[in-house]
């Protein structure tokens, strides 16, 4: 009964933190800023530890089903 709840989260932040992680990698790649008025390493930095949290996050979630 609680593997459902653990299941949904888990995918959520997968999902979440692979899209970050995409999206990141992409304004990256062509130059252009990840958050506007931020240093562009301080933004790209801090928006890559953020999605590599999220997957951490939804591998656990995932684990414990």
Do not use: N
Not at 1 to 17: K, N, Q, R, W, Y
Not at 45 to 65: D, K, N, Y
Request: hydrophobic content about 60%.
């Amino acid at each position: 009964m609680e593997s459902g709840p653990a299941i949904f989260a888990g995918m959520v932040f997968a999902l979440f933190g692979a899209g970050l992680l995409v999206w990141t990698a992409t304004r990256v790649r062509h130059g252009r800023p990840v958050a506007h008025g931020v240093s562009p390493v301080a933004s790209a930095t801090f928006a890559s530890v953020a999605a590599v949290v999220a997957l951490a996050l939804g591998a656990w979630c995932l684990t414990h089903v």
